[in-house]
């Protein structure tokens, strides 16, 4: 059974860093695609950012490149949030895709993950 778990979110003052990690257990492999989403109140969950199952291709949304840096080691994600801010405030999502059939592209990361966390709050403080 594919389990995912998040870690490392909380509150923090605008400014301030954090780093998130997810795990993924319960596969005999760890070529897949990953991702990190988040859904603040009232809006759609967004893709942040998002790993190809080579590792080769990285996917970083508009609205974070430059502060936010996704990198894993085999079953591990990371999410490195540098300078967060207020808008950043969300339930964060860790996905893993061992069916492969979610596309991950230097400009695109797909939603269709089958196995998601349960999620880590981050709130950011003005």
């Known amino acids: 059974q594919v389990q995912v778990v998040e870690s490392g979110g909380g509150l923090v003052q605008a400014g301030e860093s954090l780093r998130l990690s997810c795990i993924v257990s319960?596969?005999?492999?760890?070529?897949?695609?990953m991702g990190w989403f988040r859904q603040a109140p009232g809006k759609e969950r967004e893709a942040v950012a998002c790993?190809?199952?080579?590792?080769?291709h990285t996917y970083v949304a508009g609205s974070v490149k430059g502060r936010f840096t996704i990198s894993r080691d085999k079953n591990t994600l990371y999410l490195q949030m540098n300078s967060l801010n207020p808008e950043d405030t969300a339930m964060y999502y860790c996905?893993?895709?061992?069916?492969?059939?979610?596309?991950?592209?230097?400009?695109?990361?797909?939603?269709?993950?089958?196995?998601w966390g349960q999620g880590t709050q981050v709130t950011v403080s003005s």
């Open positions: 996905a893993a895709d061992p069916e492969n059939q979610v596309v991950v592209s230097d400009g695109y990361c797909g939603s269709e993950f089958n196995h």
């Open positions: 319960g596969l005999s492999f760890d070529k897949y695609a």
């Open positions: 790993s190809s199952w080579s590792g080769g």
